[in-house]
């Protein structure tokens, strides 16, 4: 079982992406941090989905503006086996971990 980084990426902009998926018979206990690296404002999608795409039940954040620079945090966030971390950016200057541990 891991714990620490379960997953990181940096999308393509407007693309729905997989940064983390909960493996079978288990379930995770994370974070998401976002951080936007570029120079100009970024609107920020999140899921906890079963599929790519997410429908529009599974957003926990939907078009979240980062000014360039910007940090957005979700914490204590638990989820069950086959469930995914789906993220979209505006940009591709997004940096997205999502770090915990899985039980």
């Known amino acids: 079982m891991a714990t620490g980084i379960l997953g990181q990426a940096n999308p393509t902009a407007n693309t729905n992406t997989s940064v983390y998926v909960v493996p079978a018979a288990t379930f995770a206990t994370f974070n998401i941090s976002v951080v936007n690296t570029g120079t100009s404002s970024a609107a920020v999608n999140l899921a906890l989905a079963a599929s790519v795409p997410p429908t529009a039940s599974e957003f926990i954040e939907f078009q979240t503006i980062l000014p360039p620079g910007g940090v957005l945090e979700r914490g204590g966030l638990v989820a069950e086996?086959?469930?995914?971390?789906?993220?979209?950016?505006?940009?591709?200057?997004?940096?997205?971990?999502?770090?915990?541990?899985?039980?």
């Open 81 to 103: 086996t086959a469930k995914r971390v789906v993220a979209n950016c505006s940009t591709s200057a997004c940096s997205i971990s999502v770090y915990g541990f899985e039980g």
